[in-house]
C-alpha cells in the first residue's frame, strides 16, 4: 500500500514515514502543497496524510482540488488545528479523518488500516477476465483455474492491466500507474516485469502494440 505524507514539519513527516515504513507501507513524503497535490493525483497513492498548514497551497485548499480529481482516495487531516470548527468543516469538505497533534502513532495507525479497510470493502472483490480471476482482498489469481504465485510489483501490474482490458498502456503510464515515482529514468523494468507476467498468465493474454505499449487481450 501506498501512502503520501503531506507535511512541513520535518520532523514529524520523518516519524510517520519511519513508523508506517516499519509496517510495511510504501510512503512518499511532500513539504509543499503544491508538490502534495500532483503527488496526490497519482492513482498509485492509495491514502493521503494531511496537514493543513502547508506553504504554497494550504491544505484545505490541497483537500478541495483533490475531491475534484480523486473522490476516492482517503485523505486523513493531521494538524494542530483543533477547534471543532476546523474539525467540521474538513470533515465536510472530503477529509475522511480528522487527527489532531500531539498525537500516538499507533492511533494514527488505527486510522489508516481502518480508512483502507473501508475503502477495499467498497471496492470489486475480485476481477475476472479471459480466465483469469484476481482476488484483491486475498491477494491471491488464479488462470483456468490454477493457483499462481506473484510478487507484489507483478501483482499491480496485472491488475492494471485487468482494469483497463483491449486497451493499450504505454511503459510511461504503466510506470506511473505500478512504479510511480521508484523506478530508474529509461528503464527496461516494464518491459521485463511483462515477461515476468507472460510466463506466469499466458504469452497470449498480454499483447505487444509495436511502438505504442502493451495491452490485455480480452
Known amino acids: 500500500m501506498n501512502v503520501l505524507i503531506v507535511e512541513d514539519e520535518t520532523r514529524i ?4 514515514e519511519r513508523g508506517l515504513r516499519a509496517e510495511g507501507f510504501t510512503v512518499t513524503t511532500a513539504n509543499d ?3 502534495g497535490f500532483a503527488l496526490a493525483c497519482n492513482e498509485q497513492v492509495d491514502l493521503v496524510i494531511l496537514d493543513l498548514k502547508l506553504p504554497e ?15 476516492d482516495v482517503p485523505v486523513i487531516v493531521l494538524t494542530a488545528k483543533d477547534a471543532i470548527d476546523d474539525r ?12 489532531t497533534k500531539p498525537f500516538s502513532f499507533a492511533e494514527l495507525l488505527a486510522r489508516v ?19 483469469v480471476t ?13 493457483r499462481i504465485e506473484l510478487t507484489a510489483r507483478e501483482f499491480a501490474l496485472l491488475e492494471t492491466f485487468m482494469r483497463h482490458p483491449g486497451q493499450v498502456l504505454s ?48
Open 13 to 16: 513527516a520523518a516519524f510517520v
Open 33 to 35: 502543497g503544491s508538490t
Open 57 to 71: 497551497l494550504s491544505g484545505e485548499q490541497v483537500l478541495a482540488r483533490l475531491r475534484e480529481r480523486r473522490a
Open 88 to 99: 467540521v468543516r474538513n470533515l465536510n469538505a472530503g477529509a475522511d479523518d480528522y487527527l
Open 113 to 131: 488500516h481502518a480508512r483502507l479497510r473501508a475503502r477495499d470493502q467498497s471496492a470489486s472483490a475480485a476481477l475476472q477476465l479471459s480466465g
Open 134 to 146: 484476481l482476488d484483491l482482498h486475498r491477494r491471491t489469481v488464479t488462470v483456468e483455474d490454477r
Open 171 to 218: 511503459q510511461v503510464q504503466l510506470m506511473d500507474r505500478v512504479w510511480g515515482y521508484d523506478f530508474e529514468p529509461g528503464s527496461n523494468v516494464v518491459e521485463v516485469y511483462v515477461g515476468y507476467l507472460r510466463r506466469k498468465v499466458g504469452k497470449h493474454r498480454i499483447e505487444t502494440v509495436r511502438g505504442a505499449g502493451y495491452r490485455f487481450v480480452p
